[in-house]
Structure formats: C-alpha cells, structure tokens
C-alpha cells in the first residue's frame, strides 16, 4: 500500500467526492479515481459506494478512514521530529558542568534551553574538572562543556559566557570579615585553602594574582571541590580566593569579600572542533545570545583549567 494512495483515499472519505477531494490534492480526478480503484484492488474490498448522485464509505470503507487517520498523523509527526532533529530544536544534550558553574550558571543556562528549545532535553553531569569534560568531548561521553579554559589538549573549540573576578571567602570571625574591600597583601600571612587538582585553572589564577601581590600564597588545606572548600573556610581553617559565582552558594559562618587587585578568571562553554552537530549548534547558539558571548579561539593548547 502506498503511502499516496493512502492520503488520496482519506481526502475522498472526508469530502466523500471525487471532484473536490481532486482539488484538494492538486491532482486530475481521473487520476485520483484511478488511483481509488488501485488500492481497493489491492485490498480486495469496496471502500466507496458510488452512484451517480454522490459517494459514501462502505464498512470497510469507514474502518480503514480512522486506520488511516492514525497513520497518517503518525507520518506526519515522524516527518516534523526528523526535521526538528536535523534543525538542531529535538533532541538529547549531555552536558558537562564544572564546579562553581552549577551553582551560579546551570540554572540561567536550563532555563533558556527550556524557553528557546522546548524540545531539547538536557543530561547533566556536574562537578566535572575541565580535563575531564575535554577528554569526555573527544571520547563522544558529553555533547557540550561549560568548563574553565585554557582547554586540556587538541579539538575543542571555546565561546566565553563570563569572565569573572576573583573574590575572598573568610570565615564570619575572620579578621578581615568587617572589611567591605581586601587588599591581595593582606593575605601575606594567611593559610590558604585550594583546590586539590593540579590540573585547577582557579588555583592557577590565584597563584598568578598573589605573585603579583608580592608573596607565594601558603596552602594549608586542600579541597576536592567547591562545597568541601568552602565549609572548611567557614571552620575557620584557611582563606580561599574563589570565582565570583561562588556567592550562588550560601553558606553559614562564610563571608565573601572583593579583592582589590585579584586577577579574573573565564568561564566557556566546549564542544567538539569541525564536528556538524545541528543539535549542539543550536544550543550553543541560543547560549550565545543569552550570554553575548564571542570566540576566544579555534583550537586550544594544552592548559591547566579546573
């Protein structure tokens, strides 16, 4: 059974007549007649009951109208997803998420994949370490990053969403916690709280800055991520110099503090370089808009991010 000779016999039952039926589809009515008698031979039953005055469905005729209702909303429906896919707006996004980010931008970013691609779902992995998300991109596990560059080897491809500063975090009875402002030499003396990786683009970051700052920053205690940092800040146990975004996450006897002279540090969204991905095109380009964001570069070195 042809799928035409489907769509012919539904426009017939509908209108029960051969002439308006052919006007709707935009064929002769002989044509359309002849194509009628084709399916019904290749049946074997009678769909129409014709006379000279008008045309009505038989029993089998009336059943096979809502069979080929079904169908052909199923077709139909088929024909709008495969195009949708193909368009980049269906479909399935895995994306991997760094530490902070989770906090302060996965939301934002659901929230316009949600209103601009309602038929995107996203797959979330959080707390995943730049050299991660890099070797996840290459190895097909993750479809998009929001990570911190510089990327960890070849083939992937960077747009800056924020470029943020670094901020102290101290504990509520920290001597600097009455300070609305803190100078990076301040913290000459101070124990510092970082990140365990070595591979951490925020422990770089803040390196670079108290270097600049005149002294090499003491650390005291390590952390595997955000949350664990930032309650051992608050147990009193060190400072830490963190990205902005962490004031996203709330946490009692915990201060945060702007730094005077304290370097900035890029949040990006990754993907895969000269991969054709309508899918991750779309979503990257809708994030794009929402974050005005702009290349930083093609194909990135090998680099030390979080």
Do not use: K
């Amino acid at each position: 059974m042809e799928l035409r000779h489907l769509r012919y016999f539904a426009a017939v039952a509908d209108t029960c007549h051969f002439g308006r039926a052919a006007d709707q589809l935009h064929v002769a009515q002989p044509a359309l007649s002849y194509a009628i008698r084709q399916l019904e031979d290749e049946l074997g039953v009678t769909l129409f009951n014709r006379t000279t005055r008008q045309v009505s469905l038989t029993a089998a005729g009336e059943f096979l109208q809502g069979e080929a209702a079904r169908i052909l909303t199923g077709v139909d429906d088929a024909v709008r997803g495969v195009r949708r896919i193909a368009a980049g707006r269906s479909g399935l996004v895995r994306l991997g998420v760094t530490g902070t980010a989770a906090f302060s931008h996965l939301p934002r970013i659901a929230r316009v994949v949600r209103r601009e691609l309602p038929d995107v779902a996203l797959q979330i992995r959080a707390d995943l370490l730049t050299p991660d998300q890099c070797d996840g991109l290459r190895s097909g596990a993750i479809d998009l990053g929001v990570l911190r560059p510089p990327a960890v080897g070849q083939g992937i491809e960077l747009r800056t969403i924020d470029v943020e500063p670094l901020v102290l975090a101290v504990s509520v009875d920290h001597r600097l916690a009455v300070e609305p402002v803190v100078s990076l030499a301040d913290l000459r003396s101070e124990p510092f709280i970082a990140y365990a990786s070595r591979h951490s683009a925020v422990n770089d970051a803040v390196v670079r800055s108290c270097r600049q700052a005149g002294f090499v920053p003491h650390r005291e205690h390590e952390a595997p991520g955000t949350a664990v940092l930032l309650s051992l800040v608050a147990a009193g146990l060190g400072v830490a110099v963190v990205p902005g975004s962490v004031r996203a996450l709330p946490l009692e006897g915990l201060v945060f503090r702007d730094l005077l002279d304290a370097q900035t540090i890029e949040l990006a969204l990754a993907w895969r370089s000269g991969e054709d991905d309508p899918l991750v095109e779309a979503v990257v380009g809708v994030l794009a808009a929402a974050f005005s964001v702009h290349a930083i570069a093609d194909s990135m070195p090998t680099g030390r991010p979080l």
